[in-house]
Nanobody, 119 residues
Framework: QVQLVESGGGLVQAGGSLRLSCAASGTIFSINAMGWYRQAPGKQREFVAAISSGGSTNYKDSVKGRFTISRDNAKNTVYLQMNSLKPEDTAVYYC?????????????WGQGTQVTVSS
């Protein structure tokens, strides 16, 4: 099992910044991609950003140029630096980690951290 613990959420004014962290622990061998999703009230969970073990990144179009995902493999931690935040970024942000187990990939989720952007 892999446990993911997020931190860094909070309340910020529009235009402000927050940095989310997600630390992985437990049976953390063969973790490949890690990333972030978010879920706003009444909406489905959506992809925000992802980073591979080699450092390749991918972003949701609406956050490109504002959010940066990074990873410290030695600390088994992934970060999401969020700048120029907008009210529409308000959501619960969830960290995920994908673990390769032979022909299968297991996806683990954190408990979520609330990000609220006021206008």
């Amino acid at each position: 099992q892999v446990q993911l613990v997020e931190s860094g959420g909070g309340l910020v004014q529009a235009g402000g910044s927050l940095r989310l962290s997600c630390a992985a622990s437990g049976t953390i061998f063969s973790i490949n991609a890690m990333g972030w999703y978010r879920q706003a009230p009444g909406k489905q969970r959506e992809f925000v950003a992802a980073i591979s073990s080699g450092g390749s990144t991918n972003y949701k179009d609406s956050v490109k140029g504002r959010f940066t995902i990074s990873r410290d493999n030695a600390k088994n931690t992934v970060y999401l630096q969020m700048n120029s935040l907008k009210p529409e970024d308000t959501a619960v942000y969830y960290c995920n980690a994908d673990q390769d187990r032979g022909s299968l990939v297991y996806r683990y989720w954190g408990q979520g951290t609330q990000v609220t952007v006021s206008s």
